[in-house]
Nanobody
Framework: QVQLVESGGGLVQAGGSLKLSCLTS????????TAWFRQAPGKEREFVAA????????IYEVSMKDRFTISREGGKSTVDLQMNSLKPEDTAVYYC?????????????????WGQGTQVTVSS
């Protein structure tokens, strides 16, 4: 069974940085793309960034591209989201998601597995 566990969330002042991590555990080695989504209070969940299995293809939500970076560190089991120049509107629960296909997608329903989420709060 695939499990995803997010970490790294917390409270940060506007202009600060946070690094989220998504630890993925799969029963067998299988290539799959990983993405980050977020859901702010009272809003629908939205796409943030995604990358493919090999680290060759990346997708970003346009408004976050200059501030957020998705990467795979420490082998293929952890995917990070580095968030810089954070704004109060970045406050949300951030979710990690994985699909059974190597190529990334912006669509939520393209992903097969989801983590429980980690809270990010940016104070003004």
């Amino acid at each position: 069974q695939v499990q995803l566990v997010e970490s790294g969330g917390g409270l940060v002042q506007a202009g600060g940085s946070l690094k989220l991590s998504c630890l993925t555990s799969v029963p067998t080695v299988s290539p799959g793309a990983t993405a980050w989504f977020r859901q702010a209070p009272g809003k629908e969940r939205e796409f943030v960034a995604a990358m493919d299995w090999d680290g060759q293809n990346f997708i970003y939500e346009v408004s976050m591209k200059d501030r957020f970076t998705i990467s795979r560190e420490g082998g293929k089991s952890t995917v990070d989201l580095q968030m810089n120049s954070l704004k109060p509107e970045d406050t949300a629960v951030y979710y990690c998601a994985r699909r059974n296909v190597p190529m990334p997608s912006m669509a939520q329903d393209a992903y097969n597995y989801w983590g429980q989420g980690t809270q990010v709060t940016v104070s003004s």
